[in-house]
């Protein structure tokens, strides 16, 4: 269903409390909505599918039910965070349409102030770099410690699948690309209040770990809203909302992602909190309520072509 734009900005009223305008300039690629003070817009590099081969867990009847065709929906997406203060960038993707999605917002990569990473492969850093220059000369680079010290580890590169190699030595590209602007970090426990002023103001870092070891989701905050930028806690949204068990062939430790989804899912749901990732499809926004007959379902924001800057 395609909504109207006046149905579509009151759907985003409901769910932010403000409310977006159209951007006829990036339809599908940019969509802009508010969280209190903060504007954040999803960033989309393109829709695409994903084969049902590299799911964990997933029994037929799962598979029959959610992906009869073998295949799911899915996103690259980034985020930027937007203030009177700041520009924030969450994630970078590969870099394909990453600048010019910034530029239908009006941003050079010189006004990003900071750049938060949900961990380091390749589809959330490949942006990050121009050849072996940073891409963004004026933002610092923050890092959760666990994440840095895995990929940065020769032993940890030396223990893995020799195709999957070349993501520890992507990493340390990045990194040493943003030497002296590197700042490392340690993730809060999900529900607790922060820790310290480690990121920039109204963010804060929720420790999620699984997919990746020091993988991180960030909560924003301001005038009462919430979002939660979630990273690759869900890859099959169709298949991993109602069934959280079931986990992906590239989760570093699957085990732990599954327990970390199942925590995330019933912990925004029980408080109501719009969330945001990098591979659900677009808007790449929506609300996770618990289900009748499964764990639970996702309602996106919108079904929508274009909107906002």
Known sequence: MKYTLSLLLMLLFVATGK???????????????????????????????????????????????????????????????????????????????????????????????????????????????????????????????????????????????????????????????????????????????????LLPAGIQPIAAYGHTPGHTAYLLQSEGSRLLVWGDLTHAMPIQVPHPEVSVTYDVDPQQAAATRRQVLEYVAKNKIPVGGMHIAFPAIGNLKVGTEEAYTFDPFCDCLAVNN
């Not at 999605?101 to 102030?113: C, H, S, T």
């Open 19 to 197: 409310l977006a305008a159209q951007e006829p300039s990036s339809p599908q690629d940019v969509i802009t909505f508010e969280v209190g003070a903060m504007r954040i817009s999803a960033l989309s590099e393109g829709q695409q599918s994903g084969g049902t081969s590299v799911l964990l867990g997933a029994t037929p009847a799962m598979l029959q039910k959610y992906a009869p065709d073998g295949s799911y929906p899915s996103a690259v997406n980034a985020f930027m965070v937007r203030s009177a203060t700041q520009n924030v960038l969450i994630d970078a993707g590969f870099g394909r349409k990453l600048f010019d999605n910034l530029q239908a917002l009006g941003l050079a990569a010189e006004q990003v102030n900071a750049v938060l990473l949900t961990h380091m492969h390749g589809d959330h850093i490949g942006g990050l770099l121009r050849g072996d220059t940073a891409a963004f000369p004026n933002a610092t680079l923050y890092i959760a410690q666990a994440e840095h010290d895995y990929w940065t580890s020769d032993k940890a590169m030396q223990a893995a699948p020799e195709n999957r190699r070349g993501s520890f030595r992507q990493a340390c590209k990045v990194v040493a690309a943003y030497k002296g602007r590197l700042r490392l970090f340690t993730p809060d426990k999900l529900g607790e209040a922060p820790s310290a002023d």
